[in-house]
């Protein structure tokens, strides 16, 4: 078992990372871990010292051996070359280990384990302005270096939390997406240029899911809390912010009556400068919307 000792009794359910700094690398790893019910919260430990890791059931980012048979899941030795980081490499063990889904593993690696491991790695850098995931959880570490071991294992703790939270949100954001699935496609299979939904629900990871990005589909109407919204659709899931075809560009950031006079739609409420979108007070009105738009092609 390389570093780890052999004769020593394996602690159930129990992880080992490093202590000091923390990132979000081994806390996302240790997150997932308790958040599909593999180890313990109160069996972390944070340390350096081999022979307590070598007493866990798990080890994350510290040890020198990336090998899923024992549990143990390191990326700084010289050794591995992949593109992983320990959280990358705990999402990929739930998924061969059949704890996930293929289709659950890609959500969550392209939500957030996937920005995680390429800025750990050093090949993913945030533009300035951006926060990214990365960033908040560095945060939780204590501003001052020379803080005491207690303080870093507390901010450890709390940055726990927050991931678990974010990603068990992130997962029934999921499991809601394929709930709503099959209408989806029911719209879809009509072939039809808009796709008219009388409930609000997520729509576009399905979409291009079940191949949008070949669909005819150029807008789509649905209810937006008490109004309804006309959208127009993206080319692809990779330029969702683009449109196939854009709002009219004299409707472009004009609110209530500007735009209830510029268009002749007395239930006008809003169209996004960006020309992706627009809301109504009805969906008779988000179709005079829709012809209007027809008529000026």
């Not at 991931?163 to 209408?183: A, M, N, S, V, W």
């Not at 709002?247 to 400068?273: N, R, T, Y």
């Amino acid at each position: 078992m390389g570093k780890f000792m052999s004769d020593i009794e394996i602690r159930p359910r129990s992880l080992g990372t490093h202590d000091g700094s923390f990132h979000a690398d081994e806390v996302t790893a240790c997150a997932l871990l308790l958040l599909f019910n593999k180890i313990d919260r109160d069996k972390i430990v944070r340390t350096r010292a081999e022979e307590e890791l070598a007493a866990c059931e798990y080890v994350c980012d510290v040890g020198g051996i990336y090998d899923a048979k024992i549990k143990r899941f390191d990326h700084h030795q010289s050794n591995y070359d992949g593109s992983f980081s320990s959280a990358g490499m705990i999402l990929k063990h739930l998924k061969d280990e059949g704890t996930i889904d293929e289709k659950l593993y890609h959500f969550i690696n392209r939500s957030l384990v996937m920005g995680v491991d390429a800025i750990d790695n050093g090949k993913g850098t945030p533009m300035v302005g951006h926060c990214s995931f990365s960033s908040v959880i560095a945060n939780f570490g204590p501003a001052r270096h020379d803080a005491e071991s207690f303080a870093f294992t507390e901010a450890f703790f709390q940055a726990l939390d927050f991931t678990f939270g974010h990603l068990r949100r992130l997962i029934e954001r999921y499991h809601y997406i394929q709930e709503c699935r099959g209408k989806i496609k029911q719209e879809m299979d009509k072939k039809e240029t808009v796709m008219v939904f009388e409930e609000s629900m997520p729509w576009i990871e399905s979409f291009f899911d079940l191949g949008g990005d070949r669909h005819p589909a150029q807008f789509i109407i649905m209810p937006a809390g008490t109004q309804w919204k006309l959208r127009g659709i993206p080319p692809s899931y990779d330029k969702r912010m683009q449109v196939r075809i854009p709002m009219p560009k004299e409707w472009a950031g004009l609110i209530d009556q500007e735009l209830k006079e510029k268009s002749g739609i007395a239930g006008a409420v809003f169209c996004h400068k960006g020309r992706f979108i627009s809301i109504w007070e009805t969906k008779e009105d988000a179709f005079k919307a829709l012809d209007y738009i027809r008529g000026k092609k």
